[in-house]
């Protein structure tokens, strides 16, 4: 994969969400300009017009706080977005991500109305996340013990919406790698993890920008941990890349931190600069 299409792959979203988890997250709790984002995401080859949608489209969700200050319009972190983006750092920063330790599985089923369709995409979000796969329609399985309090309360407040979790064994005789490999796509998932160790696992160009390259690298990681739902290792082929996406991860995201924040600082310095 070239460096461009890596980028393509990254939605503007994406790429917002990688910076303020690793970069905006307890370092800046006042809002910023417009202008960091502009020149953040511009430099990833996002226009200036699709960042501005995805900072509204955010705000609308309750994950950022819009600023007025005579003409000059900034964006800070809500409660939500910092939880959430916590939470996420949490698996981002962990030394084995794809290590799983339990034999047990979560199974959960949920109806919603077709009305709720929000909702739906919504929770089934949190679900992949979480590392749920779906055995059919409705029913999820995932490997260890799942807290089920964080995905219950995407939906809390909607009316009929059920939903029930609980964790169990398989019984003797139960063909456990059938269900895995019905619930999740294992090819794919090795695709991906290869994709991410030929983009990452090779030396940086020389005149990479670090900025730029730490929230791809963030982006390309957050969508590999939503995607790996940390399977037992017996149920996964021979030669899984995982211990190596991690490892090629460690390196690279060491390496780049610290020329990161020093470029951030330099640009949100230079934004408030011109207010």
Not at 234 to 263: C, I, K, M, N, T
Request: aromatic share 8%; glycine share 6%; charged share 30%.
């Amino acid at each position: 994969m070239t460096d461009l299409a890596a980028e393509e792959r990254s939605k503007p979203q994406e790429l917002l969400l990688a910076l303020g988890g690793a970069l905006i997250l307890d370092e800046y709790e006042d809002p910023l300009p417009t202008r960091v984002f502009l020149d953040v995401l511009r430099s990833l080859g996002v226009s200036d017009d699709a960042t501005r949608s995805v900072l509204t489209r955010l705000t609308g969700r309750g994950l950022l706080t819009r600023h007025q200050d005579g003409r000059v319009v900034s964006y800070g972190l809500t409660h939500t977005s910092r939880r959430l983006l916590r939470e996420g750092r949490e698996r981002v920063v962990a030394a084995e991500p794809f290590r799983q330790t339990s034999t047990d599985w979560t199974l959960l089923s949920f109806s919603l109305p077709e009305t709720q369709r929000d909702v739906r995409r919504r929770l089934r979000s949190r679900l992949s996340w979480a590392g749920f796969g779906c055995l059919r329609d409705g029913l999820w399985v995932a490997p260890g013990r799942v807290d089920l309090d964080r995905i219950v309360t995407v939906g809390a407040e909607v009316e009929g919406l059920q939903i029930d979790g609980f964790v169990a064994s398989p019984t003797p005789g139960t063909d456990v790698a059938r269900f895995v490999r019905r619930a999740w796509d294992l090819d794919a998932l090795r695709w991906e993890h290869e994709e991410f160790l030929r983009r990452w696992e090779r030396p940086l160009p020389r005149e990479a920008d670090p900025l730029a390259s730490f929230i791809l690298l963030g982006a390309h990681w957050i969508r590999l941990l939503r995607l790996d739902p940390v399977l037992p290792e017996r149920y996964l082929g021979d030669g899984w890349p995982a211990r190596r996406s991690a490892s090629a991860h460690r390196a690279v995201f060491a390496f780049l931190e610290p020329q990161a924040r020093a470029a951030f600082a330099d640009v949100v310095a230079d934004a408030r600069a011109r207010r």
